[in-house]
């Protein structure tokens, strides 16, 4: 089944079928008077939220200058510190807290991580603390979830290039993104096998 148009598209569960580009997610929520200006996995949560009757709404630039200028200087880092409170970053600061904190002398920020300091920043959650994102790390609670969808190009690739039939293509990257594309306009799973190279292999030539 090729992939519809966004607009007849019925639902989210339907939505999520197929492959989307950040570019069209963006063209999406920008055509719909939605929040445009984010990652990728946020952008599904705008339009998630779209088909369930919710406007997530761009953010004027006057209330981001309010929520800046109320940063404050934290001096001290504890577990109880709130995230927003601290202006927390990924940088070498708050990766030697966390090295301390965990024992691990080259830490390094899990993908959960990363994915939940989004979600704090985004939702200007104040009640979220370092204690909280340490938890993250060790798997004690959820806040936001990487979104593994966007690996799944990079994959498909790698295991079409492993696949030694392939190799009768002269431009094998270039047969791999014919491919990929009759799958991501497809409701057929993101995923690279030998049965698909065969049933298309005469269309991407």
């Known amino acids: 089944m090729e992939r519809p148009e966004f607009d007849s598209i019925k639902d989210f569960e339907e939505f999520n079928k197929y492959y989307w580009y950040r570019e ?13 200006d984010d990652s990728k996995i946020e952008l599904y949560k705008v339009i998630e939220a779209y ?4 406007k997530i709404l761009p953010q004027s630039k006057n209330s981001k200058k309010t929520r800046t200028s109320r940063k404050k200087v934290v001096t ?10 601290c202006g927390f970053t990924f940088g070498p600061r708050f990766r030697d807290f966390f090295s301390k904190q ?17 979600a704090v920043k985004e939702t200007s959650d104040e009640s979220f603390t370092l204690g909280d994102l340490l938890d993250i790390f060790y798997g004690k609670k959820t806040y936001a979830k990487y979104d593994k969808s966007m690996l799944q190009w990079n994959k498909f690739v ?28 497809s409701d057929k799973p993101k995923e690279y096998s030998h049965e698909l190279l065969e049933k298309y292999k005469d269309e991407i030539i």
Not at 26 to 33: D, P
Not at 51 to 54: D, L, T, W
Not at 76 to 85: R, S, V
């Open 76 to 85: 001290e880092l504890t577990l109880d510190t709130g995230l927003i409170e």
């Open 51 to 54: 088909f369930a009757g919710e």
């Open 158 to 185: 790698h295991d079409f290039c492993a696949d030694e039939a392939t190799l009768i293509f002269g431009e094998r990257l270039k047969a791999a993104a014919a491919l990929w594309k009759i799958v991501r306009e």
């Open 24 to 36: 069209e997610l963006i063209k999406i929520c920008k055509a719909h008077g939605l929040k445009a």
């Open 102 to 118: 965990t024992g691990e002398e080259r830490f390094k920020f899990n993908v959960d991580m990363v994915a939940t300091v989004k």
